[in-house]
């Protein structure tokens, strides 16, 4: 079955200090990867998805980055975070089998003071 | 583009209450549609399903059907618990997309 992790689990940063956010997949072959983030009041907006190695599309302009260097490895960067990048980052893939749905992972709180 | 709308929050019950958030979707062609629910401090997990137009989705005991002719995916639940306080996100998807979300719905259910 699949598992995701995302590491870390929380993060406090401060403004203009580079980012790094983890996620490694697990129980699934060359799976797309998206990348969501979760801010107060603004429900989930999707920010990358990737369908390979190397290959990332961006949704929404911003200070991110993503790149995706293994087959089950994506990170989400920034070389200088804003305040508006606080919020709960959360890493999906498609479920085991089934196109349409997706699996979530636990999530990373990033707090930027 | 395809979009989702539910209702804004945050909806406060009495356990045992009647539970119902509106949810309706814009969409080309025929998509399927989910409810998921985060508990806090948790990530995303689906709580339940519907590939086509009328079928019910349902788990917990909650359930919601795919009504074509209105475009909705409304939430329902006959009697809520306080385990059930969490933030529910309606979202629709075609095959081998991506997941479009509605801004969610934070629940909180007194004792």
């Known amino acids: 079955s699949q598992t995701i992790h995302q590491w870390p689990a929380t993060l406090v940063q401060p403004v203009g200090s580079p980012l790094s956010l983890e996620c490694t997949v697990e129980g699934t072959s060359n799976p797309n990867l998206y990348w969501y983030r979760q801010a107060a009041g603004r429900g989930l907006q999707l920010l990358f998805y990737s369908v390979g190695i190397g290959q990332i599309s961006s949704e929404v302009p911003q200070n991110l980055s993503a790149s995706r260097p293994q087959d089950r490895q994506f990170i989400l960067s920034s070389k200088k975070l804003l305040l508006s990048d606080s919020g709960f980052y959360l890493c999906?893939?498609?479920?085991?089998?089934?196109?349409?749905?997706?699996?979530f992972g636990p999530g990373t709180r990033l707090t930027v003071l | 583009g395809d979009s989702v709308t539910q209702m804004e929050g945050p909806v406060t019950l009495s356990e045992e209450a009647f539970l119902t958030i509106n949810c309706t979707y814009t969409a080309t062609g025929y998509p399927s549609l989910f409810w998921y629910v985060q508990y806090p401090g948790e990530g995303l997990q689906l709580l339940l399903k519907a590939t086509k137009a009328d079928d019910k989705g349902s788990n917990k005991g909650f359930e919601a059907t795919y009504r074509k002719e209105t475009t909705s995916f409304h939430l329902e639940k006959g009697s809520v618990q306080v385990s059930d306080s969490a933030v529910y996100f309606c979202a629709l998807s075609h095959l081998y997309d991506k997941i479009i979300f509605g801004k969610g719905t934070r629940l909180h259910i007194l004792p």
């Open positions: 999906a893939c498609p479920s085991e089998g089934l196109a349409h749905e997706q699996f």
